[in-house]
Structure formats: structure tokens, C-alpha cells
């Protein structure tokens, strides 16, 4: 039996049978074409269903044929010219399209354009990035992919995602871990971002603010946005940061003095030893190591203090860096959480990580114009993050994690109270 190696035959009109002739040689034009030809019939039945069947007689009519214009309509490969039809009531006034309105609001072009630039193809790129250099759908003057249209598009949906991003509604989501950590931008510009961890392991990038250090009015003003938009601060969590003073400083004043806050370990022990000549090296990360990996919190101080004991004769500044928030280093040892929850609960990473997504979707860019332009990019790049989170490892034992803060909270309330019934 021979086979029929020849394209099959459909009953097709207009532009999409000439397009469909010649498929093999265009089969992006054909795409286009069938687009474009649906999008005909659906404006085509929307004014019929407005003015009765063309060349119809409808008695009382609400609307009549206007004539056709012609408009452009962005599709991912850029802007193209339709002619659309026009209908107005009998009293003179325009009726929209539906259908045209609703195929020019999904802006593909403009989603197209962002999607790019965030895997970081450059706005120079744009236009062949999405039409083939040797294609033949025209690509002329004002078809929407030259580098200035797809900056504009990109600061128009970033602008859209920044305000959307800022001011969604916290008070669903069941946080019991907020992470802290800075990044930055250049010389005189920080932004500060955080990210929550729910109570089933659920991970969400929460907000950025910018300052021109990590200082703790930037911090402020990032948990008064928290705050603002449903977190609640008499609800016990725990605040992991990277070591700056100024975040535990306002966290203590939003969340009170009592609130457990675990300052990266990882980050303590890059400080120390970016002070200790290379022969300390082993000795102290064995150390430190062995600190927190204890379960006794009295035993590991113990031992860290022993350290800086040994090391203030050689080293007293190191010693006493050794000793700083060594309150706050040991939270998670603390509150006697599991080892494998401790581990993902100690430090910082799970912000690094999104760090690290927003430093590959920002690295096209050259110059920060003013703080507006990187808080649209980071939060851009927080939001692209978020595709990729996947639940805390160690999200079974959250709850253990829920109620040995509410322990912790408890437990200083219990200790003011008991003087008062005694006095009684």
C-alpha cells in the first residue's frame, strides 16, 4: 500500500488557505493565519449577536454595522494588523468588542517580553528571540520587538507584579519560620527581603524594601509592611538572620523581646574564620561544629566558650566575635528541635538560594538607576524563585517546631506572673 505523503486537505479561507499551501515552507505563518482567522469569526459572531445577521432585517435593532478599522494585536512573535469591525448603537455611540478587547488585554507580547528577560536574553535580543532572522512574517516598523517597546513592556509588568507582590494578603498563610537577609545592589543601595516558611513545610518569597544599608529602619519598614498586610506579631515564630545587629534589633521591637531569633551559623563561622590565620582553620570549624550539633544548648556554650577562652590570648578580637549573640546562634539548639530540622532551621539558605536566582535574572543589568528600578527587578526575581521551591525537607517535624515556640512564649509570661500570685 502506498502512502500518501501529501497534506491533508481542510476546508479553509482567505489568508489561511494561502497559508496553508505553502506550510512546509511557513509553518509559523500558518499559526499566525489561523490565529488571526479565529479571532475573525469570534469578532464576526460577537457583532452579529449585537446587530442581527448581516444584511438582515431585525426590527428594533440596539446596534448597527460600523464600517472596520484596523488595529494591532500582540502575539508572542510581536504586534500584528487586524482589521476589526466597528459597531455603534443608533443613537451614535461605539460598542466595543468583546472579543477584541478581551484578545488584546491577554498581551501576549508584553508576557512574552518578561518571561525572556528574566532567563536573561537582553532587550538587543529580543526581537530574535522571537522571530526567526530568516522568517517570513514582517517584522517593520512598529511591531513591538525592538529593545526600547520590550524594556517598556518589561517595567510595565514588572510595575504590575511589584505592586501586586507588596500588597497581597499575609493573614492566610500559617507562617512559622521568616527568614531575613540582605542584598547588595550597589555601593548605596540594600535591599532587604524575606521569605516565610508555613506551617506544612510551603515556602513564600513575602517582600522587599530598600534602604541605602541594612540598618534597622530598612528592617522596619520591611516588618511593618509584614505586619500591615496580616502577619500577626502575638503569633510565636521563629526569625532566622543573617547576623546583622539592626534585624535583631527590629524584629525585638515589632515582635517583643521574647521572640526567637537564630542567627546563621553559617554565616558566624565565615566571620571567624576570615579572621584566623589558615593553621586555626581546622580546629575551630571542628569546634564550632560539634557545638551545634549538640543537643544540650548549656553543654555547646560551654564549648564555644572554651574556644574563645583558648583563642584571646592570640586573638582577642576573634574571641570576643566568638562571643557576640552567642544567645541567638544556639536558638534552634534551644528550643530542642530535631537534628534534621535544626540543620534546615541553623542558617540562611533557603534565602541564598533565592538570592542566587535573583543575582542570574539581574545580571544583564548594567546600571541601577534608582531603588523603584531594583525593587522591580528583585521582586521579579523573587517571584521567578518561587517556581522553583519545593517543601522543607524536614516539614514533619514542623510541629514540633510550633510548639516549642509556643513553649518559648510562654515561658517568660509564666515567670512574671508567679511573683503576683505569691503576693497575693
Not at 118 to 129: E, K, P, Y
Request: proline share 3%; net charge positive; charged share 25%.
Amino acid at each position: 500500500m502506498k502512502r500518501n505523503n501529501t497534506l491533508p486537505t481542510a476546508p479553509a479561507t482567505g489568508a489561511l488557505e494561502e497559508a496553508f499551501a505553502d506550510v512546509q515552507e511557513s509553518f509559523e505563518r500558518l499559526c499566525l493565519a489561523a490565529g488571526m482567522e479565529a479571532l475573525g469569526a469570534m469578532m464576526e459572531a460577537d457583532v452579529e449577536a449585537a446587530c442581527g445577521p448581516r444584511h438582515g432585517r431585525v426590527e428594533e435593532r440596539a446596534a448597527h454595522r460600523w464600517g472596520s478599522t484596523r488595529g494591532r494585536i500582540g502575539f508572542h512573535g510581536g504586534k500584528v494588523a487586524v482589521e476589526r469591525p466597528r459597531v455603534r448603537t443608533v443613537d451614535g455611540r461605539e460598542i466595543a468588542i468583546a472579543s477584541w478587547d478581551r484578545a488584546v488585554s491577554e498581551d501576549w507580547l508584553g508576557r512574552w517580553a518578561m518571561n525572556l528577560m528574566l532567563i536573561n536574553v537582553s532587550t538587543r535580543r529580543f526581537g530574535r528571540a522571537v522571530r526567526l532572522p530568516e522568517g517570513d512574517v514582517p517584522a517593520g516598523h512598529g511591531s513591538g520587538v525592538s529593545k526600547s517597546a520590550a524594556s517598556r513592556r518589561f517595567v510595565a509588568l514588572s510595575t504590575e507584579k511589584l505592586d501586586a507582590f507588596m500588597s497581597a494578603d499575609l493573614s492566610d498563610l500559617d507562617l512559622l519560620v521568616i527568614q531575613i537577609d540582605g542584598l547588595h545592589v550597589s555601593e548605596d543601595l540594600v535591599l532587604v527581603a524575606a521569605i516565610g516558611i508555613d506551617g506544612e513545610g510551603g515556602k513564600h518569597p513575602l517582600a522587599v524594601v530598600e534602604g541605602a544599608t541594612e540598618n534597622a529602619a530598612t528592617v522596619q519598614a520591611l516588618l511593618d509592611n509584614l505586619v500591615e498586610r496580616g502577619l500577626d506579631p502575638a503569633v510565636a515564630g521563629l526569625f532566622i538572620v543573617d547576623g546583622a545587629k539592626a534585624l535583631s534589633k527590629a524584629i525585638r521591637a515589632t515582635f517583643g523581646k521574647t521572640v526567637a531569633i537564630q542567627r546563621c551559623q553559617i554565616h558566624k563561622a565565615r566571620n571567624i574564620m576570615d579572621r584566623l590565620p589558615k593553621e586555626l582553620h581546622a580546629a575551630t570549624r571542628r569546634v564550632l561544629r560539634q557545638a551545634w550539633e549538640l543537643d544540650d544548648a548549656a553543654k555547646a556554650e560551654k564549648l564555644i566558650r572554651n574556644l574563645a577562652r583558648r583563642l584571646d590570648q592570640e586573638r582577642p578580637g576573634v574571641a570576643a566575635s566568638i562571643l557576640e549573640g552567642l544567645d541567638e546562634i544556639l536558638t534552634v539548639v534551644r528550643l530542642k528541635l530535631p537534628m534534621e530540622l535544626r540543620r534546615s532551621l541553623a542558617c540562611t539558605n533557603i534565602a541564598e538560594n533565592m538570592m542566587g536566582t535573583i543575582r542570574r535574572v539581574t545580571r544583564n543589568v548594567k546600571r541601577w538607576r534608582n531603588g523603584k528600578m531594583a525593587l522591580r527587578w528583585v521582586a521579579a526575581g523573587m517571584i521567578e524563585a518561587a517556581k522553583g521551591f519545593r517543601k522543607l525537607k524536614a516539614h514533619k517535624q514542623l510541629p514540633i517546631l510550633r510548639a516549642a515556640l509556643i513553649a518559648h512564649q510562654d515561658r517568660p509570661a509564666a515567670k512574671i506572673v508567679a511573683p503576683a500570685s505569691r503576693a497575693a
